[in-house]
Nanobody
Framework: QAQLVESGGGLVQAGGSLRLSCAAS????????MGWFRQAPGKERDFVAS????????DYTDSVKGRFTISRDNAKNSVYLQMNALKPEDTAVYYC???????????????????WGQGTQVTVSS
């Protein structure tokens, strides 16, 4: 059964760092684009970052550019999101997702992602 499991969330002070991990299992994931999305209370789920199957292309929403870094290790079926200089507005549930059907140029659209993890809470205190 295809499954994505996030970990690494928690409570951190503003300016701190967290590293989220997404462990994929149940199928071959190395040929698919992967993404991170987040959803704050009372808000829609938003795109955060994405990475192509090879890792050669990465994209970020403007608000995290220069602070967050997405990476992947296909040998370990894992995707990571290194988050530095965290701000209170980064507080949200963060989701890992896999795009198994659409070209990478749809990487910022949540409808392009078929598989989703259960999410991990990130809370940044001021």
């Amino acid at each position: 059964q295809a499954q994505l499991v996030e970990s690494g969330g928690g409570l951190v002070q503003a300016g701190g760092s967290l590293r989220l991990s997404c462990a994929a299992s149940g199928r071959t994931w190395s040929t698919y684009g992967m993404g991170w999305f987040r959803q704050a209370p009372g808000k829609e789920r938003d795109f955060v970052a994405s990475i192509s199957w090879s890792g050669g292309s990465t994209d970020y929403t403007d608000s995290v550019k220069g602070r967050f870094t997405i990476s992947r290790d296909n040998a370990k079926n894992s995707v990571y999101l290194q988050m530095n200089a965290l701000k209170p507005e980064d507080t949200a549930v963060y989701y890992c997702a896999a795009n198994t059907q659409y070209p990478y140029n749809y990487n910022d659209r949540d409808w392009a992602y078929r598989y989703w993890g259960q999410g991990t809470q990130v809370t940044v205190s001021s």
